[in-house]
């Protein structure tokens, strides 16, 4: 009887203390808990801070890179003569022609590019080349320049040399 007397008492303590850590626990828990919450809204402000300024820079970059290649094409057609010009003085068919079919492409209106090719292709002796887009020149305007004329009787004349 004594035994189960003692056991009540050093359980009932035990209990007790347990009551009193677990109210402090809890106590320190909630503290604890609201000092986590604010630390957890801080980071979330913070984030949502550097996310807003990363979508900022990012919407400065893209709109720059926009202003950008509206600038280069706004000029496109202009660029790419120049730049085929300047191929064909330095002696960089390849690149000249490529100017130019890009310009024939795009600007199908723009009949310099078209001479100007079929002058790169005679030069680089594609005669049957150059000699169907100074015709396809010569059909969509008959009264270009008497360079093209020129230039299809000089291709017509090596065409017929090389068949001998």
Known sequence: MILKTLKKIIFSKDKKNNTDNNFNDKKDNSVADSENQNVEENSNVVLASKAFEFASNKIDELRN???LIKEKTSNLLQTNYELGLRHIEKGNLSDAIFRFRFIKFFWPEFYDAYYLLAYCLY??????KSKEIIVL??????????RAVDLLEKINFEI?????
Do not use: C, G, M
């Open 160 to 164: 017929e040399n090389k068949k001998s």
């Open 65 to 67: 890179e926009y202003l």
């Open 137 to 146: 020149l010569l059909e969509k305007q008959p009264n270009y320049d008497k």
């Open 123 to 128: 030069i680089d002796r594609k005669f049957v």
